[in-house]
Every structure is written in structure tokens, then in C-alpha cells.
């Protein structure tokens, strides 16, 4: 029996509330990609969606819930954005607290999308100290990325896409930052194709909730070095790394020129332009080929929202 | 009653025979890109299978046809390298001429999936001539993109996919080359979802076939002048413009710059490279944001098969 703070049931509910826009992304067997990687691969886009990235489904569910009408969020900036969308639509108003160092692409798309948004001269961990601060001064709901439960409850829905898919997949790879996605989808995975693996994917460069699975406890650490900016946490979440403990097979830590590469292989062959994060799963394939030899694998590209002139510095020439 | 060299039940069983990694391609809302476009607007990715065009769908069709063994192609690459790609799964010879002005990804792509490749000193019309003598000289069966009904039956798939889709559109902008794609989804449409619009889009630098629409005969062209290698034909084939005339709306031709604007959107705010044939159909929404106010316009991304260095020039900086 599968225990999470995830629930299949409620993970089919949420899906009642997020706009279609977000739902039902494509899938598809990206075969161009596969002489290079070595096994079959799918691609679950999280692209296609009006924020670029798979948070929508979360901020969704938060912003369809009664109650609240204004909310505080810290954000690598996909968190921020999509709340900032969700928000703008549902006459939520949103505050997003982010790092000034964030990419300039997600900043500039928060204020686009009317988000009051406040800069921390550092990184993720102190915009979400500060975010929890606003909370507290201005009364409003603190929205906390993996560990309030619609967050993962949309992204889990991600999961329900790809159980209901045709033909069935042998693994499943998931960008791992504070874990929304890796329960999520981990969660639906293990409770409706029990058979297929599970494997987060983590830089090395910021391997906290890796480091934190690996040990079965917390395990926070000192700074990150990461060009992955969406999954660069330093202290994992405990109840979130339980659910982890239940779902995830494995958990893996890439270098960063397997990002860079996996970034390339995804515009070269692909054609597509991701952020650093989302093509965690392919640089994972392309550091342990072996393991995946002959197998169909899925990897979520879960996020668009790269600086151009940062991307074409990593896939250019 | 819709009379064209096409029949819907036709083209539903030519879906049967196509290898499922070319159908059912994505169709999603693209909001990303609809604040620059005044419209909304879905994508077609064709992209996303492959050999990276919509042009397997054909190809799969000749290829899965009982009889010859031999074939001969003109291409401007995207159909010689869908036609190496099916052959090759199917034991079907396969020889590809082209110009040697063809982009070298394009060029490449046929030489890595085995076909043979000559290339000719001229233009696509000429390959044509060179590809009929060797059909004629080897004896082998010549593959006439748009002119045989198996091109336009596998590109009409995509019609399929289209009306069955929800909600409806209210305008589907194809990019006009041979006729195949226009003729093939145009039929579809017309037949099944008769209250939208039909549109074609041609570069102005390679108008044959829009020219011939307006005038309602073949009108040939001396050059071509386009960065739109996949749609630059001046000799349009009488029993495709005889189809357009009947499944068409309207013809429009797009400037050179709203092409690379169009393809910059599709990078800079849909995370997609495309090759530029793909852009037309934003091209002509940026060149006439009134016609399209406030409908649904589906635009078919047809091909992704561009070199990164002009890809890169055109859309950087």
C-alpha cells in the first residue's frame, strides 16, 4: 500500500480545476533523439502552456480554492509566474519574492503577468525566508513550493498523463529540485504502473534532496553551483523527502556539461529550447547509457524559460 | 460536394498505414505567442516526429504500397529524407536528387538514412527533370511530391487530426509549396469542418502556386528568391492547382522579414526551432493582425530541418 501525502483520487479531482491550457501536454517518441541516447525516448512537454513550464498545474489548484485572496510565493520563477497567471485570472493577488539572480526571462515575465514581485540579494532559500516574512506581516496565505500539497497535487497530474499513455513506459525521469514533481508524478506512477521506475535527477551542483534521499534524512548543504537555477535548493523539506523515500527508485546527480549537452541534443534534434532543468532526464541517459540500453524511457522537459543569450552560450558552436 | 482528387474515406485508411509515430502529432494553444499575434492561436508540430516534417505521413503511404522496390524522388530535402526513412523501414530502395543548394541538414539527414543521394547544379525544378530521366532510365517508379495522391493523402492525416480536435478553429493557415499539404488538409477541411477557413501562405519570392490561384491557371515563375527552401517551386502541377482551386479560401504571400519574424516568435516565445517554411503561417497573421482579431487560427509548424548557423543568423540578436 502506497502511503504519501498524495492521494490518486484528489490527483483526478485537481485535474477538474486547472484550465485545459495546461493539461493534456504533448507526448510523443522522440526519435531523433534516440541514436544518440540509446533507448527509446518520449517526451512529455510542459513547455506547450501559457507559463512555459510545468507549475501551472499547480498554481492552478491553489488559485481555484476558496478563501485567500492574496498569496505570497518565493520562486526560482517558474513557481512565480505561474501563480502570477493563475492569480491574474482568478483575482488573486500575488506577491513573488525571487533572487535577484534569477534568470532575467522569469523575472521579466512576472512583472508581465501584473505579480508584485520583490528581489533578495541571494538565493532561493532566503527569498523564501523573506517570502514567509510578507506572510506574516500582510496576513496572506504563504504558498510553499513541494510542501503545500496543490503543488504537488498538479504537478501530479502530469503523472495521470502518462499512466494513460500507450504503450507503456519502463522509467520515468524527473528533473528533482524540492520534489513537487518527483512525489507528483512519482506517486501516480507507483500507484498505476507499479512496474516502471522511477529515477530523480538532480545536479551535482545542487544535490541536497538527492543527498537527502541517499541518507533517508535531511541533509541540507552550504551553496549551490548550478546552471539548472530551477531546481537549485539547499534544504529539502521533510515531509517532502518522506514522500520521496515512498516514490522515487532512484535518484541521480549529473554534471553540469551533461546538462549543457542534454540542452543541446534537445535543440539539435529535437528542436526544442529548454531551460537548464528540463534537460536533467537527458543528460541522466547520456552519463549512464548502459542502464538504459534498449529501454523506453520518458523524460519530462518541464521547463522553457531560459534567457536566449544565456542558452545560446551553452548549445552555440 | 467537395470534388477533388481526394477522398476523406480515402485518407482515413492511408491513416491506417502510416507508421503511428508520424500521427497524431501535437496540437496545442500556443498563448505564449498570442499577445504578439492578436489572435488565438493553436500549433500543429509537425516537428515532433522522426524525420522532423510532416512529409513521413506521405511517404509511409508510398512506401507501405504493394509493387515496387525502387524509387526516385526530387526533393527540396524535407520529402527525400521522409522517403529514406520510410524506405528504409521497409525495403524499398530509395534515390533522392536535390539541389546542391539544399540547406546541408537537410542533405545530410537523407545521406545518414542510407538513400542515395544526387545532387544537381540548379534548382528544385530542375532535380525534378533529373529525378523523371533516372525513373525513366532505371526503370523505377518516379514519386512526384503533390502529383501522386499518396503525398497528399498522408499530409491530409493531418486534416483529420484537425477537425477532430475541440473546440473548432476558425482558420487553418498552411504553407503552400507543391499543393500536397494545402490540397490534402484543405480537402479535409472543406469536407468536414466546411465553416473554416482555409488559407495558404506563400513566400512573395516563391509565388507560383498563389499567383496560379488567383489567376485560376498555371502561372510559372523564371527564379525563386526565398530563404523558404522546402516551398520554392516555379512550375505548380495543373491537377494540384485544380484541387487548390477548389479547397482554398485564399492565397496570401508573405515578405521575407515577417518569415524570420515569424520563426523568431516561434523560437523566442514557443521554445521551437523551425525551419522557414514553418513560419509562414504566423508570418501572415504579423502581416495582417486585422483579419485574424479574435478567431482561433491553427497554423500547421510543417518542418524543422534548418541549419543552426542560418537559424541562429536569422534569429539572433
Chains 1, 2 share one sequence.
Request: hydrophobic share 45%; proline share 5%; charged share 25%.
Amino acid at each position: 500500500m502506497l502511503t504519501t501525502r498524495l492521494d490518486t483520487a484528489r490527483i483526478r479531482a485537481a485535474r477538474q480545476v486547472i484550465d485545459p491550457l495546461f493539461l493534456g501536454s504533448p507526448l510523443y517518441r522522440c526519435v531523433a533523439l534516440e541514436p544518440g541516447l540509446g533507448c527509446a525516448v518520449s517526451i512529455k512537454l510542459e513547455t506547450a502552456n501559457p507559463v512555459r513550464s510545468f507549475k501551472g498545474r499547480g498554481t492552478e489548484v491553489i488559485a481555484s480554492a476558496p478563501g485567500a485572496d492574496a498569496v505570497v510565493c518565493a520562486s526560482a520563477g517558474n513557481l512565480g509566474q505561474a501563480l502570477a497567471w493563475s492569480g491574474r485570472n482568478r483575482g488573486l493577488d500575488v506577491t513573488v519574492v525571487a533572487s535577484r539572480f534569477a534568470p532575467v526571462t522569469k523575472l521579466d515575465r512576472i512583472r508581465a503577468l501584473d505579480a508584485r514581485l520583490e528581489l533578495v540579494d541571494g538565493d532561493f532559500e532566503l527569498a523564501r525566508e523573506r517570502a514567509a516574512d510578507i506572510a506574516r506581516h500582510d496576513g496572506i496565505r504563504l504558498v510553499e513550493d513541494s510542501l503545500d500539497i496543490e503543488t504537488c497535487e498538479g504537478a501530479a497530474t502530469i503523472g495521470l498523463e502518462l499512466v494513460d499513455a500507450a504503450p507503456p513506459f519502463d522509467a520515468v525521469l524527473i528533473a528533482l529540485g524540492g520534489g513537487a514533481m518527483a512525489t507528483g508524478v512519482g506517486h501516480v506512477v507507483k500507484d498505476c504502473l507499479p512496474g516502471a521506475e522511477v529515477i530523480c535527477v538532480q545536479p551535482l551542483g545542487a544535490p541536497a534532496m538527492t543527498l537527502s534521499w541517499r541518507e533517508r534524512r535531511v541533509v541540507t548543504t552550504d551553496a549551490t553551483d548550478t546552471i539548472a537555477d530551477g531546481v537549485a535548493g539547499r534544504c529539502p523539506i521533510p515531509a517532502v523527502l518522506d514522500d520521496l523515500l515512498r516514490v522515487a527508485d532512484d535518484a541521480v546527480l549529473v554534471r553540469e556539461e551533461s546538462i549543457i549537452a542534454g540542452m543541446r541534443m534537445l535543440l539539435d534534434h529535437a528542436g526544442l529550447v529548454v531551460e537548464p532543468s528540463a534537460a536533467l532526464g537527458v543528460a541522466a541517459i547520456l552519463e549512464d547509457r548502459e542502464r538504459f540500453a534498449g529501454r523506453h524511457v520518458v523524460t519530462i522537459v518541464c521547463g522553457g524559460n531560459v534567457d536566449p543569450e544565456a542558452h545560446r552560450r551553452w548549445t552555440g558552436g
